[in-house]
């Protein structure tokens, strides 16, 4: 009887105890799930994801200096900078075709926010490091499993908005001030109660930077022998006032995300290449609001999205100076002036989905629909006829066409297949048809094959195309720039191999290889400055990137990118720099002072092939920082000295331009103090 | 600008690394469940707590008390109603005597990481760590995120220890001979 009693219990016990283990098994397996997709998400898996992808993390390039995203991006390997007569910046990846805007696509909290009119994002480049918790950017077309697939790269900026369980500092105020009487301010503030979220952020910033310049335009003959004598040199307004606020909220199932962006800027260059008045200036304004509803069933996850984007350029200066001769007797007494509106809104819609119940398998797929017109023109200038007085040519010479809309439908798959603990697959496509233009087919495939915890190789096919932007398409009446109806969208296969070397859990050593194949390149570098199709190119390269703990007190980063090709079979790629070093190393001396060293080797770049002038030459600048931080009170002083050596930065021109490039800042200070609580 | 480098490259400082927090928030809700699924701990702790100790090098004093709070926000003093503590403990200050049920490492160096999990091995301690590499120095367990989260347990230090688990953690962890 008593064995039996015993024997019970023991059963009854061992039960007991196996139900207990089976239980903590089971939440130990969904905890490992929902990590490995939350890492996934927040890129921290990225070494062993099928893209080529940097991720920097906001802290940390606050600890070495950077003051926003354009430095930020500047420390990317493979990354270089580019600007144009509106000093509307943008950011040319592996070389590939410098004259375009839209090779790359830049997403702030999953909404894409390049312009309607350029398909740029100049006037996020600004955008305050403080705000910004993590930048990825991935190099080549990229993902196409929400639909979005990028050209030559894609840059997504994560901010504080995105706050984890157990993470510090999600409400922060800040204060900057440098050189050129910049002057920042900024804050971010957000609040979680069960089910319901909101995070806002606001910031302003305005400098009055100038600098000087050579002869503009006019002294290249471009608009004639006549006005050569009105070529000037002086100081270009390159000032800026910008501000941006921001909502993100969540309430259950619904999300809202919206931004207002306010981005005005000196005239800079002149869009005609005339050195404009000090007062001259252009606006780069961009609301947006975007809604989405999240179902999760199980293996079955989705999201329904609809958003509305309005964007501008606008432009009020003087363009060609006094006493301009245009010609057929026509001369302007007091110069030229121009005002140009041009306002778009975007509609659009999609629905995508991700399946996970096949074994092994992650399916994406949806619909992209967008919508977008252009519902503002105003085109008001000097009188054509007289040269005296300003005339309203909003209906009868307008500068955009004023009827310009455009519809895009898309359609994308892709699996993500884990054939064994060693070798993921995934292959996808994306296919796009864009009002008035051929539909679009863009396959991936690309292969991840982990050799061990520490050894991964990455191998990638992908198609892309870049649908030409509103100026390449709508633009008239404008002799600087002309649109072309007839277009065809830029495309590009992309072949990539890399190789990730595990150090430890945060130091790694990458190396990657590239050949792109670009097809109908568009520029408007050709004696009628109309946007053509004028090229293709062929671009190989490599990127190799290294990241290291120096002993527990320092972090060494730095990457080498090589790129090199040839446009139509003949010429050296334009205005692409071969070899660049970048890089930082950040010391801790105790637990509240650091001091960092940072700075980028630019190589120098071929011109166009018709370009007389000679080769750009290279730079080389380093910054020092150095940094208090009391991660207790959250308080935070910084000082930064960019470029400490003045050396001379300068972008290219394009041909019949500014002979002397557009040169940038020298040695700057930034002082900043932050305080997050 | 030699000086500032000179100055950069010999100055010893005493912080330094910055921690993955999201790494270290999968870790803190995880390993404790691996160390619930060792054989008869719960019968050997109905009274006394399980002590899970944080062990820490000077300069990550602030990590290591975030750590604490993290895995007490996750289990209360109590798992599946078995007591359970988390202390911290520095490097220099650690007596296995007192923290002798499981220690979970931060960084340190090389040999504030060997003399440790020497120490703990030899006390039949289950060593937790945060970097997959210090598995060399003969930790059992380290959790990485890699395509998807994974859980290293090293072989040879299962063997040294004589350490026994449920059997089915071991269809979870990725097995490692790291010595």
Known sequence: MCKRVLSIFITAVCSFAAGKESLVVDTLVSDMNTFGKLAESVKMSEPFQPYIVSVFLGYELESIGVSNLQEALELVPGIDL???NVDNKHIVFRGSNPFAYG?????????????????????????????????????GPGSVSDGVSAYAGSIRVITYAEHLKGESEKNRVFLKRGTYLHRVGGFTYGYDRENFSIFTELYFQKDDKSLPVGKDALSTGIYGPLNVALSKSGNAPLWMKNYAAAIRMQYGNFKLIGRALYDKRGSAYGINGALPQKSDH?????????????????????????????????????????????????????????????????????????????????????YYIEYIETYKVVTRTTDRLTGIGIVDYSQTYPFLDPNAN??????????????SEKLAVQYGINAEKVSHIKTQINPRIALVYQEDPVNIFKLIYSRSSRTPSWQELYTLNNHARVGNRDLKPETVNAYEMAYIHKFSVDSFIQLNLFYLHNSDQINNINPDNQYRNSSSSNIYGMEAELKTPVGLHGTLYAN?????????????????????IKGYYLHQFTDKLSAGISGQYVGSKERVWYDYRSKLGSYTTVDLSAGYHDWRSGLRIQLALKN???????????????????TQEGRTVMLTVAKAF | MRYIAILLIFLQSLWGYAYNELLLDAQSRIYPKLLMLEENISSRHEISPIVFTVVYAPEDEFVAERVVQKIESYYDHSFSGIPFEVEMSAFDELELSRHKDAIYILKGDDDQMKRTIKLAMKEKIPVFVYDFKDLRFGALFALTIEQSTVIYLNRAALHKTGLLFAPSLYGIVRFVDAE
Do not use: C
């Open chain 1, 82 to 84: 580019a600007t144009d």
């Open chain 1, 560 to 580: 080498y990118s090589y790129a090199y090709g040839k446009e139509d079979h003949r010429y050296p790629i334009a205005n692409a720099a071969r070899h660049m």
């Open chain 1, 406 to 419: 455009r519809r895009t439908y898309r359609l994308f798959f892709q699996d993500r297949y884990r054939h």
């Open chain 1, 282 to 366: 252009t606006k780069f304004p961009t609301t947006y609001l975007q809604m989405d509803y999240d179902i999760d069933a199980g293996n079955l996850s989705s999201v329904a999205r609809v958003g509305w984007i309005d964007s501008a350029f606008e432009s009020k200066a003087k363009l060609l100076p006094d006493n301009f001769n245009a010609g057929a007797g026509i001369v302007y007494p007091n110069g030229f002036y121009g005002e140009h509106v041009a306002k778009q809104r975007t509609l659009y819609q999609t629905t995508y989905a991700q399946y996970s119940g096949w074994r092994d398998h992650i399916l994406n797929f949806g």
């Open chain 1, 103 to 139: 090779q790359s696509k830049l997403f702030i909290d999953g909404v894409e926010v390049n312009n309607i009119f350029f398909d740029s994002y100049g006037s996020f480049l600004s955008m305050p490091i403080e705000m910004i918790k993590r930048i990825e950017v991935t190099r």
């Open chain 1, 644 to 662: 400490i050596f003045d050396a001379t930065v300068k972008y290219p021109s394009p041909p019949y331009n500014y002979d002397n490039d557009f």
